[in-house]
C-alpha cells in the first residue's frame, strides 16, 4: 500500500518532523516579527540620531532586517539536520550563478550604499537626475522613492540614479531668480537699475547680497536685461512669481522706461 503523500511529501516524514515543522514556523514567525521590530527601532533611532543624513536611517533599517531573515532561515534548516557549513558551502557555490542572474539587484543595492556615502542628496531634498525630476522621500536598499512637484509617487532604481548626472536643488542654502526683460535703447540704465533692483527686493532672502540689474544685449532698437535676486532655496518658487510680478509693476508704470516722446514747437 503507497503511503498518501501531501504536496509530494509523505505522510509518514510529515508525522516524523512534526514538531520539528512546528518549531521551524514559529521560528520564522518570531524572526519575521522581530526582524520587523529591530528594523523599525533602527530606522527610528538613527533617524532621531542622524538628523542631518536622515538617508542613512532607512537603509541601515533594511540591511539589519534582512540580515535577522537569512539568520532565521539557517535556525530552521537546522531543525531539519541541515549542518550549517553545509548551508554555507552550497551558498558559497551558489553565490556566482546568484550574482549573475542578480545582477541588476545587487547593482541598486551596491548604488543605494553608493548614494548614502556619498551623499549626492538627502532625504527632503528636490533633485533632477537625467529626467528623474522630485523630492526625495527615502532612499532604500534598491530604489529610491520620490514625490513630483504634481504630487506622484516615483519610485527610480538605485543605478539609475547613481549613473546619472545629479542637480540637487536644495543643498545649497540660496538660489538666485533671474529674470530677462527688454526696454529700448534710449532708456536711462541708471534710472532702470535703481528703479528694478528697488522693486525687485524680497523678503524671502536672509543675506546682505542686493538685487543685480545687468544688461545682457545690445540690440538695434532695445536692450535685454538680466536681475538677479538671491532668495532662501526652500522659497524659490513663489519669489519667482513675486519677482516678476513686482517687475511687470514697475515696467508698466514707467512704460517699459521709453524716455517722453520729443515735443514740437
Known amino acids: 500500500m503507497q503511503e498518501a503523500e501531501i ?47 536622515a538617508t542613512v536611517a532607512p537603509l541601515a533599517g533594511q540591511v539589519v532586517r534582512y540580515g535577522i531573515l537569512f539568520v532565521t532561515i539557517i535556525v530552521v534548516l537546522g531543525q531539519f539536520g541541515v549542518q550549517t557549513a553545509s548551508i554555507l558551502a552550497v551558498l558559497g557555490a551558489a ?7 542578480l545582477q541588476g539587484t545587487l547593482a541598486n543595492i ?48 538605485n543605478s539609475k540614479l547613481s549613473n546619472a548626472k545629479i542637480i540637487n536643488y536644495s543643498r545649497e542654502n540660496h538660489r538666485i531668480v533671474e529674470v530677462r526683460f527688454n526696454v529700448p535703447r534710449s532708456a536711462d540704465l541708471d534710472r532702470i537699475r535703481a528703479e528694478v533692483a528697488n522693486a525687485v527686493s ?15 544685449t545690445l540690440g538695434d532698437s532695445t536692450m535685454t536685461l538680466v536681475a538677479r535676486i538671491p532668495v532662501r532655496s526652500g522659497d524659490w518658487w513663489q519669489a519667482r512669481s513675486v519677482v516678476q510680478e513686482r517687475l511687470k509693476v514697475v515696467l508698466e508704470r514707467n512704460n517699459n522706461f521709453a524716455p517722453p516722446a520729443a515735443s514740437s514747437v
Open 110 to 157: 551596491a548604488a543605494g550604499i553608493m548614494l548614502v556615502f556619498l551623499r549626492p542628496f538627502n532625504s527632503g531634498d528636490y533633485i533632477d537626475a537625467d529626467g528623474i525630476v522630485g523630492t526625495v522621500v527615502e532612499i532604500g536598499l534598491f530604489a529610491t522613492q520620490l514625490r513630483t512637484i504634481d504630487g506622484l509617487y516615483l519610485f527610480a532604481p
Open 7 to 53: 504536496f509530494g511529501i509523505s505522510a509518514a516524514w510529515v508525522i516524523a518532523n512534526l514538531w520539528s515543522l512546528a518549531i521551524a514556523i514559529l521560528v520564522l514567525s518570531v524572526g519575521w516579527v522581530i526582524s520587523n521590530l529591530v528594523s523599525r527601532y533602527i530606522t527610528g533611532f538613527l533617524a532621531g540620531r542622524l538628523r542631518q543624513n
Open 202 to 216: 524680497t523678503e524671502y532672502s536672509d543675506t546682505a547680497a542686493k538685487p543685480d540689474v545687468w544688461l545682457d
Open 95 to 101: 553565490g556566482l550563478a546568484i550574482a549573475l542572474a
